[in-house]
């Protein structure tokens, strides 16, 4: 057990007050207690010297560069970072709350030999009243290794005002138990507790635990106040059993979470071995054995899963390639059809082409014979007539010209004949290109379809063998989690117990080297008492003679003063503490009171 003693300071909340903090496992580990004690000068209700004690847990550690241990605890308002120097011989405590922080640095006064406790520590607190000194302060009182003779007994508080006038001066005392007294139900102790700022300070503890209530009731007399006065009962703040013998780990503080919850299967998922092994003869060789196994298992199941991802990748890959493709398929069967469309159009084109051709070679043949007959019939009539008139030369000529018109006419119906073959020709070279492009189209829409039918076969075979993987890594991880969950634990169990025997050794050299010192303190302290004791005997003689004396004087005074009237002849010289009383002849003050006054020390002679 370690403990420290500094000071608190937080705003205008906490000033300058006692700050005692306790590690009840001496160094550090995740999930250890940590007890904090003190007082607020007043809390945030106006209340004045409200005691403060937090008993928390550790709940994250870590090694700096420089060795030295840092943790944090403070689950409640306010959170604390610690900081570990000189092999935990000074804490520096960062004290925070949102964006507002104070650092305040702890000194250690104890430790336990062997730095741990082999008892049942208690730490009691309450509120201490001394004469003149304290006025309602906080005081703490621990057994750090349980009850016994010769065991230690710790005692801080702090005072108002200290005999030099300082305010709020912190008190550390650690002394041991030198009786005990059992009875049912309770046990009492005493101790000598020795300031250890102060080496003339020494006060007498005598301490009664209630073992029902918890409560502990102390006595307390020192140099001031030799018949002393009770304090408290004290109430029991906190309560360290010893784990010496424990091979567990500390219980981190768990945390309240809501998920779901299932039952597990109702067969085992693995088959049981049942046929002989050959397990290693020691417990450390079985782990060694036990955590190849689990490697390998882990070797396993990291193939596992890589493979089901790389077949994973590969079938959405896959799928991708066969959405592709059936895209592909569309646009190709979209262009088709509207190839196909054009050709119709086309081929619409070219028969209406044809027919107007025909209509217009029809016209052209009628309209030549019907030109082929006026000739005829003009030339006959030429024939006939040898003279022609001027009418008829004109005629003539009117049906040359005729003629000549339907010639032009005929010429440029066989140009637009010969275009429309041209474009017929054309026509039915591209509806052959159409026809080769959609018989290429549905060819490969044909060997699209077959792939897709692969890749849908492959991609069921994909999904099944990923379904086998999965539940394969279900198990695995299981089987590997358990694994490691057993090694882990069984490992803390051996380092434990290997501390723990190599602590043994230093453990009882420090209690014999402690015992020792104990019973050399007990023998000087034995001497120092006696001396002390022959000392008050000698003041006690004194004080009687002296007193003795003044009784005499003061009958001597009343035998030769009672009835005088007064003036000079008072048989007391000036300087005395008896003067006369000028109205009732008597004298003032009495001399019972005078008396009184020098055995109180607060009239001198």
Not at 236 to 264: C, T
Request: hydrophobic fraction near 35%; glycine fraction near 8%; proline fraction near 4%.
């Amino acid at each position: 057990m370690f403990v420290y003693t500094g000071k608190l300071n937080w705003q205008s909340e906490a000033v300058n007050e006692v700050f005692v903090v306790v590690l009840p496992s001496g160094p550090v580990r995740l999930g250890d207690r940590i007890f904090t004690f003190s007082q607020w000068t007043h809390d945030s209700k106006g209340n004045k010297k409200v005691t403060w004690c937090q008993d928390q847990i550790i709940d994250k550690v870590t090694r700096e560069n420089n060795g030295d241990d840092s943790f944090h605890f403070g689950a409640g308002w306010y959170k604390y970072q610690v900081l570990a120097s000189d092999n935990y011989q000074t804490l520096s405590i960062k004290m925070y709350h949102g964006t507002y922080s104070r650092t305040m640095e702890v000194q250690r006064m104890y430790l336990t030999a062997g730095d741990a406790s082999d008892g049942s520590a208690r730490l009691w607190a309450g509120r201490l009243n001394w004469p003149q000194y304290a006025d309602n302060e906080p005081i703490l009182v621990i057994v750090p290794s349980g009850f016994g003779v010769g065991r230690p007994v710790l005692a801080f508080w702090q005072w108002t005002t200290d005999q030099n006038n300082q305010q709020k001066v912190n008190c550390a005392h650690t002394g041991t138990q030198t009786t005990e007294n059992p009875s049912e139900g309770s046990l009492t102790f005493t101790a000598t507790a020795h300031d250890d700022t102060k080496a003339a300070a020494e006060y007498l503890l005598t301490c009664t635990w209630n073992e029902k209530t918890e409560k502990l009731a102390v006595h307390m007399a020192g140099a001031a106040d030799a018949n002393g006065q009770d304090i408290g009962p004290l109430d029991l703040m906190a309560h360290f059993e010893a784990h010496s013998h424990e091979i567990n780990p500390p219980k981190l503080p768990g945390e309240k979470v809501e998920l779901e919850v299932f039952y597990p299967q109702a067969e085992q998922a693995l088959p049981r071995v049942r046929s002989a092994l050959p397990f290693p003869p020691t417990l450390l060789d079985t782990l060694a054995h036990t955590a190849a196994y689990v490697d390998q298992a882990g070797y396993l199941a990291k193939y596992a899963v890589d493979r089901y991802h790389t077949l994973d990748k590969s079938y959405h890959a896959l799928r991708e390639q066969v959405d592709d493709l059936n895209e592909q398929n569309r646009n190709m069967s979209d262009k088709v059809s509207a190839l196909t469309d054009e050709s119709s159009r086309e081929k619409q084109q070219i028969g209406d082409l044809q027919k107007q051709l025909t209509e217009t070679l029809d016209d052209a043949a009628a309209k030549q014979a019907e030109l082929i007959s006026q000739i005829q019939d003009l030339q006959k009539k030429l024939a006939k007539e040898q003279a022609h008139d001027a009418e008829d030369e004109k005629a003539l000529d009117a049906a040359h010209e005729q003629i000549k018109a339907d010639q032009a006419v005929q010429a440029a119906l066989k140009k637009q004949v010969a275009a429309l073959q041209l474009a017929l020709n054309e026509g039915a070279r591209r509806l052959d290109q159409l026809q080769a492009q959609v018989n290429k189209l549905s060819q490969e829409n044909g060997e699209l379809r077959g792939q897709l039918a692969a890749e849908t076969a492959d991609n069921a075979a994909l999904r099944m063998a990923a379904d086998g993987l999965k539940s394969t890594v279900a198990a695995l991880q299981g089987e590997v989690s358990g694994l490691q969950k057993a090694l882990d634990n069984a490992a803390e169990k051996v380092r434990e117990l290997q501390s723990e025997c190599d602590n043994k050794d230093g453990i009882i050299e420090g209690l014999e080297n402690g015992l020792e010192a104990a019973k050399k303190d007990r023998d000087a302290w034995k001497a120092k008492y006696k001396a002390l004791q022959e000392s008050t005997d000698a003041t006690i003689r004194d004080l009687n003679n002296e007193i003795a004396q003044l009784k005499i004087q003061l009958a001597a005074a009343r035998a030769g003063g009672g009835g005088g009237a007064g003036g000079d002849d008072w048989p007391f010289p000036n300087g005395w503490p008896f003067h006369k009383n000028g109205n009732n002849g008597g004298c003032w003050p009495p001399p019972d009171e005078v008396i009184k006054q020098a055995l109180s020390g607060t009239r001198a002679f």
